[in-house]
């Protein structure tokens, strides 16, 4: 595995900040996983766009945003027709270090974190915001990818959460996380 620095603003202390930010990751991978199952009646948009237009994702055919009301702390939740995809997006903490350390802690704390846990890979990909790490696991019967992604000074993490055997779907929740930006 190649060393990659990942491309968002480096803390000034040590590895705090990367265990703060495997800590936001595996919560947030847990609670995104609350917002899979329940429906939404919001129409689809083509283009949804974040709080105060901090960003803007392309939600495809069939995809539905949540209600402010449905957030519970997530900044966006778009969910596919049938519910077996989701994509939440939410405040994140900035990474630091090389790709191999930040895999490397991830995975400790998200196999002691969930039952069934198993890690797929970690690299980094581009999004219309620029550079994001990403990191796939599985997780019971859901495949998980995590991408934590920086706009105009802020980061964000970004759960798709799709159904296991849900091939169109999953190529659509990564449609939707490349079409982050600002």
């Known amino acids: 595995m190649s060393t990659i620095t ?3 603003p ?3 202390i040590g590895r705090l900040p990367l265990v703060g930010a495997a800590c936001a990751l595996a919560g947030a991978a ?3 996983g609350t917002f899979m199952l329940s429906s939404s009646s919001t129409p689809a948009a083509h283009v949804y766009t974040g709080p105060s237009h901090a960003f803007t994702l392309t939600v495809p055919h069939g995809w539905t945003a949540a209600s402010q009301h449905e957030l519970a702390g997530a900044l966006a939740v778009v969910r596919s027709r049938d519910g077996r995809a989701a994509v939440v997006v939410s405040p994140g903490v900035p990474l630091s270090g090389d790709m191999r350390s930040a895999t490397k802690q991830i995975t ?3 196999r ?3 039952a069934g846990f198993r890690a797929l890979g970690a690299r980094e990909i581009s999004t219309r915001a620029g550079a994001a790490y990403l990191y796939s696991f599985v997780r019971g019967s859901v495949v998980q990818s995590v991408a934590v992604v920086g706009v105009a000074g802020r980061t964000y993490l970004l759960n798709a959460i799709v159904a296991s055997g849900a091939a169109e779907l999953a190529r659509e929740a990564g449609a939707i996380v490349g079409s ?3």
Request: hydrophobic share 55%; proline share 6%; charged share 20%.
């Open 108 to 110: 400790a704390l998200l």
């Open 10 to 12: 480096r803390p000034r």
């Open 180 to 182: 982050f930006g600002g």
């Open 30 to 32: 847990a609670a995104a």
């Open 112 to 114: 002691r974190r969930f």
């Open 6 to 8: 990942i491309t968002l």
